[in-house]
Structures are given as C-alpha cells and as structure tokens.
C-alpha cells in the first residue's frame, strides 16, 4: 500500500493510500519516518497503514466535535464538512453515526431549533421548508416539521407584523400603490397573496378606524 502526502498549510497534510483521501492530520503527528521526509508518497505495511488512519480517525473526531460545539447542525452539514477535510467517505459515516449514537448530532433536533429561528427572523412557510432542504434534510423530515413546529397563530403574527412594518414604509404612496408594494414583498417571501390581502385589507381599515 502507498501513502501519498500533500500540505494543505504550513502544519497540515491530507493523507491518500493508493491514491484515495483519506483525512487529515497535523504534521507534527505524522509518524517520524514522515515528518522528516520531503517524499510525497511512500510504501506502507498494512500495520503502519493502519496507525496512521486511526490517528486520522482520532484527529477528525476530535475536530467534527469543535466544529458541533459551535452550533446544532444536520448530518448533512457535517458530511459536506468532512468532504472538505479530504475525509473518505466510509470514515464520515463512521464519525457521523458515532456521534449520532452519543446525541451530538440529530437531525429533528436541530430541524425544530432551526424552525424556530428562523420564525424568529419572520421567514415564510415556505422559506423556511426551502432552507431545511438546503440543511439537508429529507423530504419526509421536513414534512414531519413543517406539521408539527409551524402553528397558524405564528405565522399570522409573523404575516401581521411584516405587513404593518411595510405599510408604515409606503406610508406617503396611495393607498392602491401602497398595496401593490406590499403585496409583491410578501409574495417573493412565499406567503399567500390572498392571505396577504385580506389582512392588508383588514390592517388598512383597521387604521381608518382609528385616525
């Protein structure tokens, strides 16, 4: 078997036998033979081959738990991180389900803390389902949140506020005018144009009333 070394920086290689990645690892922790060395590829025994991809295993899991300390992400999230640390795939799925074991990493989990941030941020339905496809997550995840974390009363908040806020800013247009610049905001954000309207609607004559 060979093993092929090329310098990601100054301190970091990443690590091919038989031209396959492998991973990463800090060159100070290279066994001897290569950190002296200024080879790019070598002829290992099975065992050395062996050591060098548990230290790799070592150094990944290591940096895959640095990089969940952060902040909740989705599997694939971490899988797309590990491709970017030359990790080859056999590896991340060892390190992605080693650290789902744990309950490190769970994709309903971070799926609800990401809903609710992004209710936070006023996004739409239908942003919000894009954005979890765009995390990874499968069709029937997404399905299975949408049902069970977005609530109608939220979402008509939400709509309620965006609507208030863009009407105070075309404040000085027509009222037709007025609505036609809503309309189209809240459209292109993904929420209904006829819910959109009807609380318009409902918003305009409610501040009628009132002046």
């Known amino acids: 078997m060979t093993i092929q070394l090329k310098n990601r920086s100054a301190r970091i290689v990443a690590i091919s036998f038989d031209h396959t990645d492998w991973g990463i690892l800090p060159r100070k922790i290279l066994p001897r033979f290569l950190q002296a060395t200024q080879q790019a590829e070598w002829e290992l025994d099975e065992q ?11 150094h990944l899991w290591s940096k895959l738990l ?3 300390a952060y902040r909740e ?11 970017r640390q030359h990790c080859h795939p056999a590896l991340a ?10 309950n490190y990493l769970n994709d309903e989990r971070f799926g609800k803390l990401y809903i609710e941030s992004l209710l936070g941020k006023q996004k739409s339905p239908r942003e919000i389902r894009m954005k979890l496809f765009e995390r990874g997550l499968d069709a029937s995840m997404v399905q ?11 979402v008509r908040e939400n709509m309620e506020e965006l609507i208030r806020k863009h009407m105070h800013k075309y404040y000085s247009l027509s009222s037709n005018k007025r609505k036609e610049k809503v309309l189209n905001f809240m459209v292109r954000k993904g929420y209904s144009f006829d819910e959109v309207s009807r609380i318009f609607n409902a918003l305009e004559a409610e501040g009628k009333q009132t002046d």
């Open 93 to 102: 799925e060892e390190l992605i389900n080693r650290a789902q074991s744990l």
């Open 66 to 68: 640095d990089y969940l």
């Open 73 to 83: 992400r989705s599997c694939a999230e971490c899988r797309h991180w590990l491709q």
């Open 48 to 58: 050395q081959a062996a050591e060098i991809k548990e230290l790799i295993s070592q």
């Open 144 to 154: 299975q949140l949408i049902t069970s974390c977005i609530r109608q009363n939220n």
